[in-house]
């Protein structure tokens, strides 16, 4: 009798240890992906600047990308970049000027910066290759993604 108690015990223990497992597996895996925006549009690639506290990003709308300025204190949101074409990746420099892909003299993409006081626009890239994805490296240096088209 005490032997099948012990077993039945220890099945209990081993049945016990198995779901604090698998809960903690639970707790600890990673959430899947999941959109965040909401209604005609999909907002992304945020940017934040903390002098004038206005807030850079993307907004995908039917497939035209444009970046937006939002000013944080009266919450309105006006088109940045992309009147004249295409633009994304919004990323703010030192200097007060933020690098972007812009997509107006290039369709496979071209990276550029803008003054945000004055707008002007200088592209840094060609049309040889498809470059996008900008990132400061540090206040003198920017980096980005680059890759020759599929011929």
Not at 30 to 56: H, M, Q, R
Request: net charge negative; hydrophobic share 40%.
């Amino acid at each position: 009798m005490r032997a099948v108690q012990g077993m039945a015990a220890g099945a209990a223990l081993l049945l016990a240890t198995a779901f604090v497992h698998a809960a903690a597996w639970e707790q600890n895996r990673l959430i899947p992906l999941s959109k965040i925006t909401v209604g005609p549009w999909d907002n992304f690639e945020s940017s934040v600047s903390a002098g004038d506290g206005k807030l850079y990003y993307t907004r995908d709308r039917i497939q035209i990308p444009r970046v937006y300025r939002q000013d944080l204190t009266s919450n309105r949101a006006e088109v940045f970049i992309g009147e004249n074409g295409d633009a994304k990746d919004p990323v703010l420099g030192p200097g007060s000027r933020m690098a972007f892909t812009y997509y107006r003299n290039d369709a496979q993409g071209d990276v550029c910066i803008i003054g945000l006081a004055d707008k002007k626009i200088q592209c840094l890239t060609d049309n040889h290759a498809v470059d996008e994805a900008p990132f400061w490296i540090d206040a003198d240096r920017l980096g980005y993604l680059s890759r020759r088209p599929a011929e």
